[in-house]
């Protein structure tokens, strides 16, 4: 009970904690945004003044700045990201609301895979250490590791969709086939660094003294793995899932614009360089929160697969 | 307008893998099969041939010939930034807009202006007054008429400071225009009326010859006035846009595709064989070949780059290159050192530069030398090309040394400047192979500068900075002084500082003028002057690349690269796909084809024979004995004359981002890490 409690105290401090977090962030890329050489509507095309300045009280960039930056707060205040200035016919909200759902799903659906598949190869080349087993996995996610997924990805397209002609070659359409490329080549890095991840901490638990008495009380060595070597052994693996999913939002910038899929990635490059400032400000503040959550979430998993967080946290 | 590198010489994986791991690997995997199982590989993508094809007395294909399914797959190489025809901008909004709407003037598929909403009009004798006579059977796709007053209402729309359309400069030449757009007058005022309801009048400013072809742009396109009322920003959306051209814009799935559904109510309707045209904004153009090759596109925006040979050894019956009204060129800085003042020098860096070999070994895609400004391709305008382009390169290098020694340098005083490019591999290339000549034949030190796109655009026009940096044009529209324009003294794009009094006062003339004969000389002499003063180092005519299926006809190149849906139809496939051992025939067939059209590409690259379609001419011969009759008639004598517009803000960000991304994989990522 008193352990309940203190999980939720430390649960809402760290909610509260992200706010700042958060308003820092929204402060930051406003400026940076703005600093940027250039405007929205600057272009090879020639712009006679008067349509420029038509262009900029639309969206209100005459104002001053300061003016426009606590505007702009007062706006998204109330979830409101305002119109696009690159896509005309469409708000940020609409935009974001429709990439989102397809940004989730492959971003889901890859970690779901990295974690499951990282950590099963991670043990089993853990518990064979030292095998042609380990070391053939482990090259394996060392080349995972280091070769690049805008290198994989025309690999897989080439041979897979092609010449194979298993799965489309790229696009959208909610279909399992569409997105098994994609998720396949977004979750390959991760899984390969989960492995590792994995073995290492597998290797070091299966060496600790509590695994030792759990053998030497006769337990099968099955039972020693699932009951006792298993939790202590992910406790890595769970601490990397936040940077994970900043890294997997980065991959996914790649893998949208290579497989052609209608997300949110590839709003980050070209609303930046475009100068689209609603259009980058809502995407940023968008994956910042996601992170921020979710980091949040795995420090709660942490947690509670963890005693000594939360014994600290008691005392 | 712009400018850019089209996106050639990124590298691409796919192609490096092609080249190097693939063979490999696949001697690994495959054993023996080798080279002749890669052979294979390639020959599966390739598409039906199509039936002969056959015309009725209208010039209309006979049924009979027609494929059933009429659904075109169209590359549209990103997401248009807005379907509201008067905020449009960039290519990839312009080409649906042309499919969705009709201005009073259309386009033919060889580019010639011919009637669109108006059936005929009237042109005053001083050309300031131009009266537009509807057709009585056009209707809006909800059934409405098509009326004068639509066009007024869409006119003043498009000019008023409200809309805050970027691309209104079109309408400057109309009268009161100017004054409009600075909010000094109401959209009311602009030169515009309608007589009755089926007769519009507009009167101009100066005579504008190209106006008609202006007419076909986006943003003199008449809006449903009752809808846009209704839904204002969203009447652009599917379910509320009323447009008057080919096709009714049935779904917009944001970043997937794009679908247009013939219009019924449409005056020309029974003319157009296409029912769905489907635009995708394939970003990638590796994407967008492998979905052409699986025959899920019949109609790509561009090729990858460093893939001609293999291209044009593979699908030498749908790769299609033709000249674009478009020329890339290094501009000087003329307000800083070293190049004030210092026409010599500037000659000397102009001559030294071997254009052939530019465009052979660097751009690649039978791009052509450039030694003016105004490229090929506009009706009744040929550039004056200097002396020295008819010398031999050598001649030119030995000149080039002359006028570098008496520039004051040498070996021991090497000229030293910097040369400023965006984003972008072709650009890249350019200025890498550049200064490279530039260090062999005169033993210059130029050191290459790659920015950011808007830190670049803006470096140039602060004229601080800069001092040789790239640059570019691609027209709007068929007419020199869209180029020349570029050079008045205190023009937002002359970002070379170039300012002659006389030259100025020339293009005054050009546009008051309104005698053809009397405005050509004086852009001729223009143009002469232009050269003759040296701001800029002309280099190539940009081309036009992109893979299109071999049974879809009705299109033709031309060098605003314009391709209406509703000109384009299907023939039917003339065999079914061969079995197996047939398809080896094919492969052996393929070399064959391959010089035939690598011959006719160099044909084309002759300017004065511009001839769009190119690379179909060996293709259909080989293919269907007689030939094609109509669509494409190569080799035939074309007007080249060609209307207007295109724009380019976004070829900038249609070039950019691919370079960006696929140029260095890596950089995007890396810097969001």
């Known amino acids: 009970m008193i352990q309940d409690s203190g999980m939720a105290r430390h649960a809402l401090w760290r909610l509260l904690g992200l706010i700042p977090t958060l308003f820092m962030l929204i402060t930051v890329a406003f400026f940076l945004m703005r600093v940027a050489p250039g405007g929205p509507f600057d272009s090879e095309m020639l712009l006679p003044a008067d349509i420029k300045a038509n262009l900029s009280a639309k969206y209100d960039l005459d104002e001053p700045l300061l003016?426009?930056?606590?505007?702009?707060?007062?706006?998204?205040?109330?979830?409101?990201?305002?119109?696009?200035?690159?896509?005309?016919?469409?708000?940020?909200?609409?935009?974001?609301?429709?990439?989102?759902p397809v940004s989730l799903t492959i971003g889901l659906a890859a970690m779901v895979l990295a974690f499951f598949m990282g950590t099963l190869l991670g043990i089993s080349a853990a518990l064979r250490q030292n095998t042609r087993v380990d070391y053939s996995l482990m090259g394996v996610a060392m080349l995972g590791i280091s070769i690049p997924n805008f290198v994989i990805a025309p690999i897989l397209i080439l041979l897979l969709a092609v010449y194979a002609g298993w799965l489309p070659a790229g696009g959208w359409d909610w279909s399992i086939a569409s997105m098994v490329l994609p998720v396949v080549t977004l979750a390959l890095p991760v899984t390969a660094y989960?492995?590792?991840?994995?073995?290492?901490?597998?290797?070091?638990?299966?060496?600790?003294?509590f695994i030792r008495s759990a053998r030497a009380k006769g337990l099968p060595e099955s039972v020693v793995i699932r009951r006792h070597a298993l939790r202590p052994a992910l406790l890595p693996v769970i601490s990397f899932l936040g940077p994970a999913t900043a890294g997997m939002i980065s991959g996914s910038v790649i893998i949208e614009r290579i497989f052609s899929i209608p997300g949110l990635g590839s709003y980050f490059v070209q609303g930046a360089l475009n100068r689209d400032y609603t259009l980058v400000m809502g995407v940023v503040i968008f994956y910042g929160v996601l992170i921020i959550l979710l980091n949040f979430l795995v420090d709660l998993i942490y947690a509670w697969l963890n005693p000594k967080v939360r014994y600290d946290e008691r005392s | 307008m712009q400018n850019w590198s089209k996106k050639s010489g990124m590298v691409d994986p796919v192609n490096l893998l092609r080249q190097f791991v693939l063979p490999a690997s696949l001697v690994l995997l495959v054993g023996a099969c080798g080279d002749d199982y890669q052979e294979k590989l390639a020959a599966r993508g390739r598409h039906a041939q199509p039936v002969e094809l056959i015309l009725n007395e209208e010039g209309r294909p006979v049924p009979s010939v027609i494929a059933e399914q009429q659904e075109l797959h169209r590359d549209n190489g990103q997401e248009p930034q807005t379907l509201d025809p008067?905020?449009?901008?960039?290519?990839?909004?312009?080409?649906?807009?042309?499919?969705?709407?009709?201005?009073?003037?259309?386009?033919?598929?060889?580019?010639?202006?011919?009637?669109?909403?108006?059936?005929?009009?009237?042109?005053?004798?001083?050309?300031?007054?131009?009266?537009?006579?509807?057709?009585?059977?056009?209707?809006?796709?909800?059934?409405?008429?098509?009326?004068?007053?639509?066009?007024?209402?869409?006119?003043?729309?498009?000019?008023?400071?409200?809309?805050?359309?970027?691309?209104?400069?079109?309408?400057?030449?109309?009268?009161?225009?100017?004054e409009v757009l600075a909010g000094d007058l109401?959209?009311?005022?602009?030169?515009?009326?309608?007589?009755?309801?089926?007769?519009?009048?507009?009167?101009?400013?100066?005579?504008?010859?190209?106006?008609?072809?202006?007419?076909?742009?986006?943003?003199?396109?008449?809006v449903h006035k009752a809808s846009v009322l209704e839904h204002g920003s969203a009447f652009s959306r599917p379910g509320n846009l009323v447009s008057n051209g080919a096709y009714v814009l049935s779904e917009w799935a944001i970043r997937s595709r794009i679908e247009l559904i013939k219009n019924k109510n449409y005056w020309d309707a029974d003319n157009v064989i296409l029912e769905k045209v489907y635009y995708y904004p394939f970003e990638d153009q590796s994407t967008a070949l492998k979905r052409f090759r699986a025959g899920k596109l019949h109609w790509t925006s561009g090729v990858p780059n460093n893939q001609f040979k293999w291209l044009q050894k593979h699908y030498p019956d749908e790769l299609v290159i033709s000249p674009w009204l478009g020329s890339y060129y290094f501009g000087f800085n003329l307000e800083r050192e070293p190049f004030i003042e210092n026409l010599g020098l500037r000659m000397a860096l102009v001559l030294a530069l071997d254009r052939d070999l530019l465009t052979e070994k660097v751009t690649q895609f039978g791009e052509l030398p450039s030694y003016t400004l105004v490229p090929p391709g506009i009706r009744d305008y040929v550039s004056p090309v200097p002396e020295w382009a008819e010398w031999t390169q050598a001649e030119r290098e030995k000149e080039a040394r002359r006028l570098y020694a008496m520039a004051g340098y040498s070996e021991e005083n090497p000229?030293?400047?910097?040369?400023?490019?965006?984003?972008?591999?072709?650009?890249?290339?350019?200025?890498?192979?550049?200064?490279?000549?530039?260090?062999?034949?005169?033993?210059?030190?130029?050191?290459?500068?790659?920015?950011?796109?808007?830190?670049?655009?803006q470096n140039r026009e602060q004229k601080i900075l800069t001092q040789v940096f790239q640059a570019g044009w691609i027209s709007d529209y068929a007419?020199?002084?869209?180029?020349?324009?570029?050079?008045?003294?205190?023009?937002?794009?002359?970002?070379?500082?170039?300012s002659n009094s006389l030259y100025d006062a020339l293009l005054d003339e050009v546009a008051a003028e309104r005698i053809p004969s009397i405005r050509r000389r004086l852009m001729l002499e223009t143009e002469r002057l232009l050269l003759a003063d040296v701001p800029f180092i002309p280099l190539y005519t940009y081309v036009t690349k992109r893979m299109v299926n071999p049974r879809l006809k009705g299109w033709q190149s031309n060098v605003m690269d314009h391709h209406y849906s509703k000109h384009m139809f299907f023939l039917k496939a003339a065999l079914d796909e061969p079995p197996t051992v047939v398809e080896e025939i094919e492969v052996t067939e393929t070399g064959g084809e391959n010089i035939r059209s690598s011959e006719s590409i160099q044909e084309m690259a002759v300017p004065g024979e511009e001839e769009g379609v190119i690379l179909k001419e060996g293709d259909t011969e080989a293919a269907l004995p007689g030939g094609d009759a109509e669509t494409v008639a190569p080799g035939q004598e074309q007007d080249l004359d060609l209307p207007l517009e295109e724009k380019a803000p976004d070829v900038a960000n249609e070039d950019m981002l691919p370079d960006t991304v696929t140029e260095g994989g890596a950089s995007p990522e890396d810097s969001l890490k």
């Open chain 1, 67 to 100: 003016q426009q930056y606590f505007r702009y707060l007062s706006q998204i205040a109330v979830l409101d990201f305002g119109p696009s200035i690159q896509y005309k016919d469409w708000t940020v909200n609409e935009l974001i609301g429709q990439g989102m």
């Open chain 1, 194 to 209: 989960i492995a590792r991840l994995t073995r290492g901490s597998m290797i070091e638990v299966m060496h600790s003294n």
């Open chain 2, 86 to 178: 008067h905020l449009a901008e960039g290519l990839p909004a312009a080409r649906i807009l042309r499919d969705l709407f009709e201005g009073l003037t259309a386009e033919s598929p060889e580019g010639r202006i011919i009637p669109g909403a108006a059936f005929r009009w009237n042109i005053s004798r001083d050309g300031k007054t131009y009266t537009f006579y509807l057709r009585r059977d056009a209707y809006w796709s909800n059934g409405d008429p098509v009326t004068a007053e639509d066009f007024v209402y869409g006119l003043r729309r498009s000019a008023d400071p409200a809309t805050a359309s970027k691309y209104a400069q079109v309408l400057l030449p109309i009268e009161n225009a100017p």
């Open chain 2, 186 to 222: 109401p959209p009311s005022e602009l030169g515009v009326t309608a007589m009755d309801e089926f007769t519009l009048q507009i009167s101009m400013r100066d005579p504008t010859p190209y106006f008609l072809a202006l007419l076909s742009h986006s943003s003199t396109y008449p």
């Open chain 2, 415 to 457: 000229l030293e400047f910097e040369i400023r490019y965006s984003a972008g591999a072709n650009n890249k290339k350019m200025a890498l192979a550049a200064s490279s000549l530039w260090k062999q034949v005169l033993g210059v030190r130029a050191s290459l500068l790659n920015e950011e796109n808007k830190v670049f655009l």
């Open chain 2, 479 to 498: 007419d020199p002084y869209s180029f020349l324009n570029l050079f008045r003294s205190g023009h937002g794009r002359n970002d070379y500082g170039y």
